[in-house]
């Protein structure tokens, strides 16, 4: 989807360097990391990705035709859970292109980024969101009206906040040098799955 231009982060110093050239190399590698971030932002916008989502999501639902389709957006996939869950309940008001949008159950945002408080405006399936406190990719000042919009339009939500956690952990990945992040990663895991089946079976 992204055409072989995924966002790879650099590894990041395990410790901060005690020595002039070890802090100046470690400055230099965040600031690489953080300007090859940004130029991959620049090149995804939700102009451009939104339109390859609807036609990726069109031609899984083309080729397998469940009869229900579950979202889970993290973190940059958040903004498009909520934007997916935000599409007419009924056909007559769907674009032709996403009339599989009516199969669409419930959605879950982990550690959502990119996302604005408007996004959760006009959701009107049921969300679970995972998130962690003190996230800079997802503030209070996103969070908590995108909760009151919820709460104004009935949506039956449920919010799990993890606190001592880096954004993405939820991410599937071994974190053999964190028992922490490994064990609440398999906590949210278990969450999204128990969710999932709340609403589908």
Not at 86 to 112: E, F, I, K, Y
Request: hydrophobic content about 40%; overall charge neutral; aromatic content about 8%.
């Amino acid at each position: 989807m992204f055409s072989s231009d995924p966002n790879t982060p650099q590894a990041n110093a395990a410790a901060a360097p005690k020595d002039l050239f070890g802090r100046l190399r470690a400055i230099t590698a965040s600031s690489l990391t953080g300007f090859m971030t940004d130029m991959w932002l620049a090149r995804h916008t939700e102009e451009k990705t939104w339109p390859l989502l609807v036609d990726v999501i069109g031609e899984i639902v083309d080729m397998y035709q469940p009869q229900d389709i579950c979202v889970v957006g993290y973190s940059f996939g958040g903004k498009y859970c909520l934007k997916i869950l935000q599409q007419a309940l009924d056909s007559a008001h769907t674009p032709a292109n996403m009339a599989w949008a009516r199969l669409v159950l419930t959605g879950v945002v982990c550690h959502p980024s990119l996302v604005e408080a408007k996004d959760f405006v006009g959701v009107k399936k049921p969300l679970l969101m995972i998130a962690i406190d003190n996230d800079p990719l997802f503030p209070d000042k996103v969070l908590k009206p995108g909760l009151q919009s919820l709460t104004t339009d009935n949506v039956y939500y449920e919010l799990r906040t993890f606190d001592n956690l880096p954004h993405g952990f939820a991410v599937k990945g071994d974190y053999k040098t964190s028992r922490h992040i490994s064990q609440r990663q398999q906590e949210a895991h278990r969450l999204i799955v128990q969710w999932l089946k709340s609403l589908v079976l």
